[in-house]
T-cell receptor, first 112, second 111 residues
Framework: KAGVTQTPRYLIKTRGQQVTLSCSPI?????VSWYQQTPGQGLQFLFE???????NKGNFPGRFSGRQFSNSRSEMNVSTLELGDSALYLC???????????FGEGSWLTVV | GENVEQHPSTLSVQEGDSAVIKCTYS??????FPWYKQELGKGPQLIID?????GEKKDQRIAVTLNKTAKHFSLHITETQPEDSAVYFC??????????FGTGTKLQVIP
C-alpha cells in the first residue's frame, strides 16, 4: 500500500509570506504528526493529530499551526515566514497514537 | 520532558566491519525505542525497534540492545556495506507521548 505522501516536495517562499503543506497518511492510519528537520536542530516535534484533534504540541511559536480532516489527511501552515523557517518538514503517520510512526519524504521549504 | 543523547555524531568504518551507535534517554517511563535510517534527500525509514520488555532484537545484520536500568540502547550493524551509509536516528517514547529523537549519527562505510 502507498506510504505517507507529502506535497509539495519543494517550494521557495519569500519572508513574510505564508505556506501550507499537505500530508496524506498511510491508508488506515489515523494519527499524523509533523516534524521540522534542520542541520543544527535535528528532528523537532511540531504537533500530533488524531481524530481531527491536536493531541500534542512542540515548542514552536503560534505561527506554526496544523489541522486534520475527517479522512485523516493533515495540513500544516506557517504564517509570516522567517529565514529560519527554512527546513525539511516531515509528516509521519501511525494507526493510533503510540503506535509505530512511518515518515513521508518531506517537504523542502526555502525562505528567501 | 524526555531527552535523548546519541553518540557518536559521525562514524567511519571499513566495509565489512561492525558499527555501533549508542543512545541514552532520561525518562524512566519510556518503553518504545525505534531506530530510523535517513538517506540523502529522503525521509527517515524505520529499520528496527524494541520495546522495554525485550533486551535484544535482531533482524539480519542489524541488532538493537536495551538496558533499562542504565537507560541506554544501542544499534549494532554487522558486516557493513556501502549502502549502509546514511544518517541514523535513535528515538524513544513513553506510552502515548510524543517521540523524541536523538541528534543523529552520520555513518560512512568506506569500500
Amino acid at each position: 500500500k502507498a506510504g505517507v505522501t507529502q506535497t509539495p516536495r519543494y517550494l521557495i517562499k519569500t519572508r513574510g509570506q505564508q505556506v501550507t503543506l499537505s500530508c496524506s497518511p498511510i491508508s488506515g492510519h489515523r494519527s499524523v504528526s509533523w516534524y521540522q528537520q534542520t542541520p543544527g536542530q535535528g528532528l523537532q516535534f511540531l504537533f500530533e493529530y488524531f481524530s481531527e484533534t491536536q493531541r500534542n504540541k512542540g515548542n514552536f511559536p503560534g505561527r506554526f499551526s496544523g489541522r486534520q480532516f475527517s479522512n485523516s489527511r493533515s495540513e500544516m501552515n506557517v504564517s509570516t515566514l522567517e529565514l529560519g523557517d527554512s527546513a525539511l518538514y516531515l509528516c509521519a503517520s501511525s494507526y493510533v497514537p503510540g503506535d509505530t510512526i512511518y515518515f513521508g519524504e518531506g517537504s523542502w521549504l526555502t525562505v528567501v | 520532558g524526555e531527552n535523548v543523547e546519541q553518540h557518536p555524531s559521525t562514524l567511519s568504518v571499513q566495509e565489512g566491519d561492525s558499527a555501533v551507535i549508542k543512545c541514552t534517554y532520561s525518562d524512566s517511563a519510556s518503553n518504545y525505542f525505534p531506530w530510523y535510517k535517513q538517506e540523502l534527500g529522503k525521509g527517515p525509514q524505520l529499520i528496527i525497534d524494541i520495546r522495554s520488555n525485550v533486551g535484544e532484537k535482531k533482524d539480519q545484520r542489524i541488532a538493537v540492545t536495551l538496558n533499562k536500568t542504565a537507560k541506554h540502547f544501542s544499534l549494532h550493524i554487522t558486516e557493513t556495506q556501502p549502502e549502509d551509509s546514511a544518517v541514523y536516528f535513535c528515538a524513544s517514547r513513553g506510552g502515548y507521548q510524543k517521540v523524541t529523537f536523538g541528534t543523529g549519527t552520520k555513518l560512512q562505510v568506506i569500500p
